[in-house]
C-alpha cells in the first residue's frame, strides 16, 4: 500500500494545485519513483489510498497504464482517516499475506526484498523499517530488536510497552513497515486513527519488529527544502 492521501501543508504552495504525490523529483513524481520501487521488489498488486486532489492521482496512474501491474485506489473522499485509518479503510484490499505500507513522501535505497524476508522469519505481527538520524519522536528498541516504546525527544515524554526501559535504543522510524492481516481485528473501532499509538498498544502483547536500515540513504520528501 502507497499512502498518498495526505495533504502536503508543509509543501505549500508546491501542493496548492497538485497533490504532493504527483511533486517531481529528478524528472519524475514521487509516486512513479515508489511504484517503479514496489514492482522492482517484487510486487505486483499495489492499492494507493488517495484524498487531496484525488483524480490527478488516478488519472496519472491510468495514463501510465498502471505501470504494468494491478492498481487500485482507496479514496477517502469524506475526510482523511489518519494512517491507521486509512490502512483499515483499504484492508478489503489484502488477502492473507503480509503487506507492505510505504508513505509516498519517503525516498530510500532500502532492500525491500530484505526487510521482507526478515519479517516472515522473525515471525513478527508487524515489521517497522527504523535508522539511525535526527529526529523529534523516537521509537525505543529492546536488545532483541523489539519495539518497546516511544519518546518525544523535545518534551521527553515517554511511553513505554511494558516495564523494560533500562538498556533501551532510541531509533527513527522510516514511514515504512510490514502488517500481518492478523492486525486488523487488533484495530480499533474509530473510522479515523493515527497507527502509531496502534503499534505501542500492540507491542505490550505482540511482537513488533524493528528493522534496522542504518546503511541505506533516506529522505523525507515532504519538506520544501527536499525540492530545492
Not at 473522499?77 to 483499504?90: C, R, S
Not at 519479517?119 to 508487524?126: D, E, F, P, T
Not at 541505506?216 to 527536499?226: A, F, N, P, R, V
Request: net charge negative.
Amino acid at each position: 500500500m502507497i499512502l498518498a492521501a495526505g495533504l502536503g501543508t508543509r509543501l505549500k504552495p508546491l501542493t496548492d494545485h497538485k497533490p504532493k504525490a504527483l511533486l517531481e523529483w529528478e524528472g519524475t513524481p514521487l509516486l512513479e519513483h515508489i511504484v517503479l520501487k514496489l514492482k522492482s521488489a517484487g510486487f505486483t498488486s499495489i492499492i494507493i489510498n488517495v484524498h487531496h486532489f484525488a483524480e490527478m492521482i488516478m488519472d496519472f496512474v491510468k495514463t501510465k497504464k498502471d505501470f504494468g501491474i494491478h492498481i487500485e485506489f482507496s479514496h477517502e473522499k469524506e475526510e482523511l482517516l489518519d494512517t491507521g485509518g486509512g490502512i483499515a479503510h483499504a484492508s478489503w484490499f489484502f488477502g492473507k499475506e503480509p503487506f507492505l505500507v510505504y508513505n509516498v513522501d519517503i525516498s530510500s535505497n532500502i532492500d525491500l526484498r530484505a526487510m521482507y524476508r526478515d519479517h516472515l522469519n522473525s515471525g513478527a505481527i508487524a515489521t517497522l523499517a527504523v535508522k539511525e538520524r535526527v529526529t523529534t519522536r523516537s521509537l525505543l528498541m529492546n536488545r532483541e530488536g523489539y519495539l518497546k516504546g516511544w519518546r518525544d525527544n523535545r518534551t521527553g515524554e515517554t511511553i513505554l510497552c511494558g516495564d523494560e526501559e533500562e538498556g533501551m535504543v532510541p531509533i527513527a522510524f522510516s514511514a515504512i513497515h510490514i502488517m500481518d492481516p492478523g492486525v486488523f481485528q487488533f484495530f480499533p473501532k474509530e473510522k479515523r486513527f493515527p497507527l502509531m499509538p496502534f503499534y505501542l498498544e500492540l507491542a505490550k502483547t505482540h511482537p513488533v519488529r524493528l528493522y534496522r536500515h542504518d546503511r541505506d540513504t533516506w529522505t523525507d520528501m515532504s519538506k520544501l527544502e527536499s525540492f530545492s
